[in-house]
């Protein structure tokens, strides 16, 4: 499944990625939020076998990955590898994914693999970083004898999603629109399942910048703030996790004021995502 | 050359033996050449295992902490297996006698049951350490920590910044809550 949105010859790179996989997918799902630029056209032209979902209006990536989900649950697939335009997997990234289930430890089958998300230079992105299981440590002493990272939350960008999850846990929250809404949706899914970072499984994230949401996002800072609030008032994350997640969230909204050098627009930001994340249904 | 060392006193015995120390708690057996090649792996000084009950489970509090701010280094590590070490206890871990040479033990008499944690911090500070989940050893039955630490113990190891924000709050708590 990958979200697409005016990005043309991102996407083309990456679906010529998915394609040239060693283990090539069954099926690619682009889910078009709106495109503007021929996104469509030339998805249909150069990619004829990929199902083009395209929707009525931009949902977001949250949104994206919602619909894109149910059409690949639909189909009726085992595993749903989800990524944006910009993911470029190595081309052994979904058979090391797969071996990382094979050889899971023994027990409930893992509910999400996820690669390691670099950057054009080699460096973990800052966007994409992997929350490791740290607290659960038996079950991460049992998964780095299998050469496996137990996982707490991944992010959307090359992770494979077992169906199992989305029969138990249903799809992504779409309100979010943008950000967060794949440490939720993991997060939901990880608390009382295992799911593991395969390290042999490398994607890299084609960003400009290796930016994380404090840089360079202005007004749709916005979203991490309202998402943050509405991530801590729901159920993903247990108390304690609440109150770390708190503690960061709250570092990286200082930080984006003194990268806006706490101008009026950055502050109206901070206190519209306040006022909505405290006002808005967590659903 | 190995050789074992049940406690910290047995550990600085085996110093002068200028090779590898196999320290194991009490009732802890090692499997032979739980180690393996990992002894010959370049730098590396400190190497820590599982230790499993008689069911099979693994002994949560004889587990090493990784460097959870060093999610690359984990990364890297964990192709081969491995973790890197942030801290370890003796209950099944290889020490090479260079590290007692440089670090000495662990001074129970300052920290009490917090004394391997401090020491492991700061001998993980200046070496480098594995831990090798692959390296397995057994014990019948898991004994209860020998002592409760005394404040004085506990405050002295909150002082020595081995322990992040959150540990030294909940160590206190748990100090304070148990004297009720």
């Known amino acids: 499944v990958v979200v697409t949105r005016d990005r043309r010859d991102l996407l083309a790179g990456c679906l010529e990625r998915l394609q040239g996989q060693h283990h090539p997918p069954d099926e690619i799902v682009v889910v078009d939020n709106q495109s503007s630029d021929g996104t469509a056209d030339m998805v249909r032209e150069r990619f004829p076998d990929v199902v083009l979902l395209s929707l009525a209006e931009n949902v977001g990536g949250a949104g994206g990955f919602h619909a894109g989900m149910q059409a690949a649950h639909d189909l009726g697939h085992e595993w749903l590898w989800l990524m944006d335009d910009d993911s470029f997997p190595e081309p052994d990234a979904l058979a090391a994914l797969l071996d990382g289930d094979r050889r899971a430890p023994p027990g409930d089958p893992p509910l999400v693999l996820a690669s390691q998300v670099r950057w054009k230079d080699g460096r973990l992105h800052p966007m994409n970083p992997p929350w490791f299981a740290w607290r659960r440590r038996a079950e991460m002493a049992e998964g780095i004898a299998a050469g496996l990272l137990l996982l707490r939350h991944t992010t959307f960008v090359s992770v494979l999603i077992r169906r199992a999850a989305v029969d138990r846990y249903g799809l992504p929250l779409a309100h979010y629109f943008i950000w967060t809404d794949d440490f939720e949706y993991t997060g939901r899914v990880l608390r009382e399942n295992r799911g593991y970072l395969v390290p042999e499984s490398v994607c890299l994230h084609w960003t400009p910048k290796p930016h994380s949401p404090v840089t360079g996002t202005g007004e749709r800072f916005y979203y991490f703030v309202r998402n943050s609030l509405l991530l801590m008032r729901g159920s993903s994350l247990t108390t304690i996790e609440r109150a770390h997640y708190a503690r960061m969230a709250a570092g990286m909204t200082v930080e984006f004021l003194r990268n806006n050098r706490w101008d009026a627009t950055a502050r109206r930001t901070i206190v519209r995502g306040v006022r909505d994340g405290l006002r808005d249904a967590v659903r | ?180």
């Open chain 2, 1 to 180: 050359m190995t050789v074992v060392a049940r406690d910290a006193a047995g550990l600085l015995a085996a110093a002068g033996s200028g090779g590898w120390i196999l320290c194991l708690a009490d009732g802890v057996e090692a499997e032979d050449g739980a180690f393996g090649a990992w002894q010959g792996d370049s730098g590396v000084r400190v190497l820590a295992g599982l230790v499993v009950d008689a069911d099979g489970e693994i002994v949560e509090r004889w587990l090493p902490r990784g460097p959870e701010d060093d999610p690359a280094g984990v990364i890297a590590a964990a192709q081969r297996r491995t973790m890197p070490l942030r801290r370890f206890t003796l209950a099944h871990t290889l020490v090479h006698a260079d590290v007692v040479a440089r670090h000495g033990v662990p001074d129970s008499a300052a920290f009490g049951p917090h004394a391997e944690e401090v020491w492991s911090d700061r001998v993980m500070r200046a070496e480098a350490g594995l831990f090798v989940p692959g390296a397995i050893a057994h014990v019948a039955e898991v004994q209860a920590p020998a002592a409760r630490a005394s404040l004085p113990q506990t405050l002295r190891a909150a002082r020595a910044d081995a322990w992040s924000r959150g540990e030294v709050v909940r160590h206190l708590w748990s100090g304070l809550a148990a004297r009720r």
